[in-house]
């Protein structure tokens, strides 16, 4: 599977809430940034995609916006992190007369930058993707993971054939004298041997120790299942997942870590700048 192109996007809102799926109606929590599974209902609402559009196999049900999960994207968190805990009525029961008083974690002024790559049998699909971020249309609306949370969006660059490069265990000191500054996510399952720290109810901090960029008071956010994919609407796939939170006077970047595979493709996103696409 070839992918050989980067759309690079903005997308923002007052507010934001990504559902954590473990979480109940004693404290519904949020990720920290949007998953992939969030931004891959986002490309289909702009692509025009029905979430209810699926097809019978073997017994199954195979929904159309699950051609998109072979897109890769990686997030770079834009805003400082703010949560904050809010309470909001819901009805239940069958007569929705019942009240029930939720708390929700929010995220207070989200802003991302994304980097979506589609593999080249989605071409038509990439065309139309970008055609209507440049026109700024979309077929349905876009949310910040809740409906009442309209997102703004911005195409900020397109990458035509970036320059990449296969990091594995043999060139990692070359790649890292040279070319440091990893952004974006990493996905953990190729990183050998973290050191891992439990920090707050709600996100887990973590650092790679002695191998991480580590400036000044910001930390590498640890997402211990983030998810990646979603079957029949019920099942998730997870990974473990790192990344930076976002100083406007500090640069905060990954660099110098151990790999547990042979490989780790990175694609150049400026000058010495790199991300890699989950």
Not at 56 to 65: A, C, H, R, W
């Amino acid at each position: 599977m070839s992918y050989n192109n980067i759309v690079e996007m903005d997308m923002w809102s007052n507010f934001g809430c990504f559902t954590k799926p473990f979480s109940n109606t004693g404290g519904l929590l949020t990720y920290l940034i949007p998953p992939k599974t969030a931004i891959i209902g986002m490309i289909g609402a702009i692509l025009g995609y029905k979430f209810d559009d699926y097809r019978e196999s073997e017994d199954k049900q195979i929904y159309k916006i699950e051609e998109l999960y072979d897109i890769k994207i990686s997030v770079q968190s834009l805003f400082d992190l703010k949560v904050k805990r809010v309470i909001f009525n819901s009805h239940y029961g069958n007569d929705k007369k019942d009240m029930l008083n939720v708390k929700q974690d929010l995220l207070l002024n989200p802003k991302y930058r994304l980097y979506i790559s589609f593999p080249d049998h989605l071409k038509s699909q990439e065309e139309i993707f970008l055609e209507n971020l440049k026109n700024h249309s979309t077929v349905y609306n876009l949310y910040m993971g809740r409906n009442e949370f309209p997102v703004n969006y911005e195409l900020k660059n397109y990458l035509e054939n970036p320059d990449t490069y296969t990091l594995n265990k043999d060139n990692a000191n070359e790649f890292f004298e040279n070319k440091p500054h990893i952004y974006g996510v990493l996905n953990r399952n190729i990183v050998d041997n973290p050191e891992l720290s439990t920090s707050h109810e709600t996100v887990i901090f973590g650092r790679l120790k002695n191998q991480i960029k580590r400036l000044a008071s910001h930390f590498e956010y640890l997402i211990k299942e983030y998810p990646v994919k979603r079957y029949g609407f019920t099942n998730f796939e997870y990974i473990p997942l790192s990344f930076y939170s976002m100083n406007p006077e500090v640069d905060c970047y990954f660099n110098k870590f151990e790999l547990k595979t042979d490989q780790m493709l990175l694609n150049e996103i400026g000058d010495n700048k790199w991300i890699s696409l989950i």
